[in-house]
Nanobody, 121 residues
């Protein structure tokens, strides 16, 4: 299973970005999917997760109401819509796939390469 994240970039505070994660090698519908982020010197932080069906989602408190995770199993792609971005959202964002249910810890089976999101003040 390979994951390819894209959509990062530089945006002003208050702006929006949509991250995409394309899954190949196996049908994404078998996996729960998650987004994590990491800044230099810090541990990888959970951002959002979505069940294989899309029926269950969880978010870290700091992004609730601003970020939305979604998936299109027909396109083997998971998305992270990020609105009202803040400078503290600046990080490398990683997508991940997990075979046995959703999780808010980095206990995922497969990881993408990361995409940089930079929010200027």
């Amino acid at each position: 299973v390979q994951l390819q994240a894209s959509g990062g970039g530089l945006v002003q505070a208050g702006g929006s970005l949509r991250l995409s994660c394309a899954v190949s090698g196996r049908a994404m519908g078998s996996y729960a999917m998650g987004w994590f982020r990491q800044t230099p010197g810090k541990e990888r932080e959970f951002v959002a997760t979505i069940s294989w069906s899309g029926g269950t989602t969880y978010y870290v408190d700091s992004v609730k109401g601003r970020f939305t995770i979604s998936r299109d199993n027909a396109k083997n792609t998971v998305y992270l819509q990020m609105n009202s971005l803040k400078p503290e959202d600046t990080a490398v964002y990683y997508c991940a796939a997990r075979l046995i249910g959703i999780a808010t810890t980095p206990s995922y089976d497969y990881w993408g390469q990361g995409t940089q999101v930079t929010v200027s003040s």
